[in-house]
């Protein structure tokens, strides 16, 4: 086959991949091209894909070992969510469809925050994939920010500010900023419970750093009094979260979006709940956070 032809979006960051039937096995030469653009455009955009699951575990394998789908994914009625019995420790389901009253997916159709996946783990998976199968003709758009970019633009003053910091990723909250079952609010952003990461990280393989915020609900930096500790996230978080970092996908039938979970935060809009959404996700197992 012909090399894979990549297409920067123009964009803070992102590039579309064309030239390649993801339903069938790629040769290695293939695959080094991609991750190569990987690593440079941080999210892939491969447009026009039709993909079962092995097809979709197959490759997301070549960017390392397949995470498994979290509990909360598990719970949903996966028997009417198209993912095939050896698939369903590995393919998590994201969609608004509901099934004798019951979700086969989660996420729901409402506004999700800033965010990174997992990152309230002591390992945040290193990558993310999500696959569309059905879309809804408006809303639900993904966005994406460029944490390096993020980071390398980051006023001298607030530059310092972070050296050397960690900070709590709060495992409480969901996506959408809402308490999981089981956790409590917690008052005291101190006795938040989650993982503690540096605030700034390095890629293992660029080794370029970048900021790793997590979630805003519920961080705390570790060493400061909470009031510095909320002053310092709130003015680190509104640099971060500017548009100039900004890139948008608006989902398509048979897209497929690969990004980088260790220097990319993405959101995602709110959409009609009548219109359908459904999206099959696979993640990569990460490795321990680099501090930078």
């Given at each position: 086959m012909t090399a894979p032809r990549i297409q920067p979006t123009g964009g803070a960051l992102a590039a579309d991949v064309h030239g390649v039937d993801l339903s069938q096995p790629l040769s290695e030469a293939a695959?080094?091209?991609?991750?190569?653009?990987?690593?440079?455009?941080?999210?892939?955009?491969?447009?026009?894909?039709k993909l079962d699951d092995p097809a979709l575990m197959r490759?997301?394998?070549g960017f390392g070992e397949l995470d498994r789908v979290p509990i909360a994914a598990a719970s949903h009625d996966r028997a009417h969510s198209g993912v095939v019995p050896e698939a369903a420790e590995w393919v998590a389901v994201i969609a608004n469809v509901k099934k004798d009253g019951k979700a086969i997916g989660g996420l729901g159709s409402y506004e999700l925050v800033w965010h990174t996946d997992m990152s309230y783990n002591p390992l945040p998976p290193r990558a993310s994939l999500l696959y569309a199968l059905e879309v809804p003709p408006d809303g639900g758009n993904t966005g994406f920010l460029n944490m390096h970019t993020a980071y390398e633009t980051l006023p001298a003053d607030l530059k310092r500010a972070v050296e050397g910091k960690s900070c709590i990723h709060d495992s409480s909250r969901n996506s959408a900023g809402e308490l999981r079952q089981g956790f409590q609010r917690t008052l005291d952003v101190r006795q938040t419970p989650g993982a503690v990461h540096p605030l700034v990280r390095r890629h293992p393989v660029t080794l370029r750093k970048a900021l790793f915020l997590g979630r805003r609900p519920g961080a705390y930096i570790h060493g400061l009094p909470v009031a510095d500790s909320?002053?310092?996230?709130?003015?680190?978080?509104?640099?971060?979260?500017?548009?100039?970092?900004a890139w948008y996908q608006k989902w398509r039938a048979g897209d497929l979006l690969l990004w980088d979970n260790r220097s990319v935060m993405h959101r995602r809009d709110a959409f009609d709940e009548s219109q359908r959404r459904?999206?099959?996700?696979?993640q990569i197992v990460g490795e321990p956070v680099l501090a930078a």
């Open positions: 695959f080094a091209s991609i991750r190569n653009a990987w690593a440079q455009h941080l999210v892939l955009r491969f447009s026009g894909q490759f997301s394998a909320e002053a310092l996230l709130d003015a680190v978080w509104a640099h971060a979260t500017q548009e100039r970092f459904l999206m099959h996700r696979t």
